[in-house]
């Protein structure tokens, strides 16, 4: 192979792998949650695992972080012992966790009876899921999270597993 060619195939080489970093951050983008989008969230008629209806009433005026979750999502079960920690340390500072199960009543049920969490569990289903993508999850994948403040405004999202670290400062921003 001469200089030409090989000049020629990392120069398309650089170009493929610019297009690659470009695509994924298009990707994994996600939007904040409109104003009719929370909305919704609050008038849905979420129930518990146990099919007890929830009274979102209660959620209002407090920080919320809503993450859409399912079991068997391997990521969104790695995030659950920090949101239960964050639960227990931020509960006097108004924040409450909310986690949507994007998943069957039963698996919620049984995940849960294995991993308890000390936050509000709600029964998301296909409703579930259709409430992320109007909340910004364009792709509709999973794990996602949306920062509410205490006047119903979303402060950010995140599609994808969430650090600690990214937490605590989306929480601050929303104090």
Same mark, same amino acid.
């Given at each position: 192979?001469?200089?030409?060619?090989?000049?020629?195939?990392?120069? %398309?080489?650089?170009?493929?792998?610019?297009?690659?970093?470009?695509?994924? *951050?298009?990707?994994?983008?996600?939007?904040? @949650?409109?104003?009719? @989008? %929370?909305?919704?969230?609050?008038?849905?008629?979420?129930?518990?695992?146990?099919?007890?209806?929830?009274?979102? *009433? *209660?959620?209002?005026?407090?920080?919320?972080?809503?993450?859409?979750?399912?079991?068997?999502?391997? =990521?969104?079960?790695?995030?659950? =012992?920090?949101?239960?920690?964050? #639960? @227990?340390?931020?509960?006097?500072?108004?924040?409450?966790?909310?986690?949507?199960?994007?998943?069957?009543?039963?698996?919620? &049920?049984?995940? $849960?009876?294995?991993? =308890?969490?000390?936050?509000?569990?709600?029964?998301?289903?296909?409703?579930?899921?259709? $409430?992320?993508?109007?909340?910004?999850?364009? #792709?509709?994948?999973?794990?996602?999270?949306?920062?509410?403040?205490?006047?119903?405004?979303?402060?950010?999202?995140? $599609?994808?597993?969430?650090?600690?670290?990214?937490? &605590?400062?989306?929480?601050?921003?929303? $104090?």
């Amino acid at each position: 192979m001469n200089r030409r060619q090989w000049m020629s195939i990392v120069g %398309i080489s650089l170009l493929a792998l610019l297009a690659g970093v470009l695509t994924s *951050q298009w990707i994994y983008r996600s939007s904040l @949650a409109s104003d009719p @989008a %929370i909305e919704a969230f609050f008038a849905n008629p979420w129930q518990g695992p146990d099919g007890k209806p929830i009274d979102t *009433q *209660q959620w209002k005026g407090k920080i919320l972080v809503v993450n859409f979750w399912a079991s068997w999502c391997p =990521p969104c079960v790695e995030e659950m =012992p920090i949101f239960d920690k964050l #639960q @227990a340390e931020l509960s006097s500072k108004n924040v409450l966790f909310v986690g949507i199960g994007i998943d069957s009543p039963s698996n919620i &049920r049984q995940f $849960l009876e294995m991993t =308890p969490v000390s936050y509000p569990i709600v029964i998301g289903g296909m409703e579930g899921s259709s $409430l992320s993508k109007q909340m910004g999850n364009a #792709q509709g994948a999973l794990p996602y999270t949306v920062i509410i403040d205490a006047k119903g405004k979303a402060t950010s999202s995140k $599609l994808g597993k969430i650090s600690e670290e990214e937490l &605590r400062s989306a929480i601050k921003t929303a $104090l």
